[in-house]
């Protein structure tokens, strides 16, 4: 009986030690420095960090895993488990000495999950030291960089002590809307979302054998949950092989994505709506025509709102290097329950909802709903009506309950936030549901998800989700940036609760703020009867975002009250 994750890797190793388990693009190039890391290989370096876990008495502590992207977090990751050991997946440091926010995450972290040990590469664990003035809470903590832990520990690793319900490690939460809390996912929840990934993703035997067990390209950060639980773990859940790159390296040159899922030739890759856009900024002729795209079959988006204008987009910009548009799979999940819960239908292009014709956005394609897909296998989904916990009918929109197998634990150490989020009980249901806190509504088995309760914008006693007033906002203007708009609300005193958009605006069309500006308010008066109370332009990469490429709406909306935003300044007419 396979018990965690590590059993399926000792498996793979015995039937397969020397198929490439992970191939790590150093440079994000494929003519660049390729590191890779065999089934075997993989074993024996899990099980060398396991005993000097083990040895050290470790079992059932928790380890903050502080790696730059590569081969090496991975081994530390299953070491983990493979002792035991409660993995903690956090940002390293590196060349992020003076960024106050990662320094105050980190101690948040270490401190909120009770850190025992602290995993690494070796320039991390280094830099760790040099950092000692602005981190004493490191001082009594052991630190160690695995790699110099000698393939021969591997000889004295037992076989831990684990059962379905021990907790494997703790996924923090990118904390969009709160203080990060750490979820609590135990073995069980990882291999049932590994089996709801597979099921759902279409990663049959025989599409395995079709890509020849090239299965996965991916940049996304491994210490967030969809880089995470996606490509890394499901990798290691089918045995197959995941070529994988810097999120950096992504950002500098998004074409590398591409590139490289034209060489390996994946069957699944993916990212948040965001990526996708940036693609489009690179996406010359001469690129078109290096590419061949017809490999890729999942091509998921998820993590924030997926928008069918970028389907669009991106469908005919690529349709000459192979790209399907039945290939784009939307899906939509969260920490809570471990990763996925719904996804799209493999070989189906995705379902649009076309908008209401007397809604905002009547009449235009670009702002059809997107559907994220059906629940997985054993995960049921209900819409619930958050204040009376009753259940909606079909196409009402309320707060997106889920309950299967998936659902994790709860937050550590956290008995109420616990019993909040984990323990809700709906009129005809058997068992508890997690609430997400995300608001949405089912049509044909299908959920559509539309936003943030705790986003929720009321004006006048109507609502208004922030999702709508940004698309509206950047429809009116190709000058804004997709993706990069964030709307809320303030008080206005005796005139109530009054909204405002914050815009990243392109550099080259600071000359024409003003009319922006005008065409967004007219824009959102027309669409949603509502007057802005403001509408500010900012620079571009300026409104915050979480790990997962959210907009943190909470956070500009008190740097907007702070006057901390990072505003363009007009050209003076004069």
Known sequence: MVRSLVDLLTEHASHHPDRTAY????????????????????????????????????????AVLLYPPGPDFISGYLGCLAAGVVAVPGVPPQGRAQNHRALV????????????????????????????EHLPELADIPRVATEDIPDEAAASWREPDLSADSVAFLQYTSGSTSAPRGVMVT??????????????????????????????VSWLPVYHDMGLIGPVLNTVYLGVTATLFSPLHFLQQPQRWLTAISRYRPHTSGGPNFAYELCLKHAGPRLLDELDLSSWKVAFNGAEPVRAATLRRFADTFAPAGFRRQAFYPCYGLAEATLMVTGSTVHTPPTLLQ??????????????????????????????????????????????????????????????????????????????????????????????????????????????????LELTAEMAHPALRPGCT???SVDGAAGGEQAVV?????????????????????????AHGLSLR???????????????????????????????????????PS
Request: with cysteine.
């Open 355 to 468: 908008a209401a014709e007397t809604g905002p956005h009547a009449g235009q394609s670009d702002a059809a709903a997107v559907s994220s897909g059906r629940p997985g296998p054993d995960v049921t989904v209900a819409i619930a009506d958050p204040e009376r916990c009753e259940e909606l009918p079909e196409g009402e929109t309320g707060e997106i309950w889920v309950r299967g197998p998936s659902v994790a634990k709860g937050y550590w150490r956290n008995a109420l936030a616990t019993r909040e989020t984990f323990r809700a009980t709906l009129t005809g249901h058997d068992g508890r549901f997690l609430r997400t806190g995300d608001l949405g509504f089912l049509r044909d088995g299908e959920l559509f998800v539309t936003g943030r309760l705790k986003d929720l914008i009321v004006i006048d006693g109507r609502n208004h989700y922030p999702q709508d």
């Open 23 to 62: 191939r790590h693009l150093v440079t994000g190039d494929t003519d660049g420095e390729i590191l890779e890391i065999s089934y075997g290989r993989l074993a024996d370096r899990a099980r060398a960090i396991a005993a000097w876990l083990q040895e050290r008495g470790l079992a059932g502590a928790r």
């Open 105 to 132: 995450r980190m101690k948040r972290l270490v401190a909120d999950a009770d850190a025992k040990v602290i995993l690494g590469g070796r320039e991390v664990i280094t830099a760790l030291s040099g950092m000692a």
């Open 502 to 526: 914050v815009a990243e605006i392109a550099p080259d069309a600071v000359s024409e703020a003003e009319k922006i500006i005008d065409v967004i308010c007219s824009g959102t008066g027309e």
């Open 486 to 488: 964030a709307a809320f």
């Open 187 to 216: 073995h069980k929840n990882l291999l049932d979302n590994e089996r709801v990934i597979t099921e759902r993703m279409g990663h049959t035997p025989d599409a395995i054998a079709e890509h020849g067990h090239e299965m996965f």
């Open 534 to 572: 403001d509408v500010v332009l900012v620079r571009p990469g300026t409104i915050p975002k979480t790990s997962s490429g959210k907009i943190q709406r909470h956070a500009t909306r008190a740097a907007y009250l702070n006057g901390t935003l990072a505003v363009v300044d007009a050209p003076d």
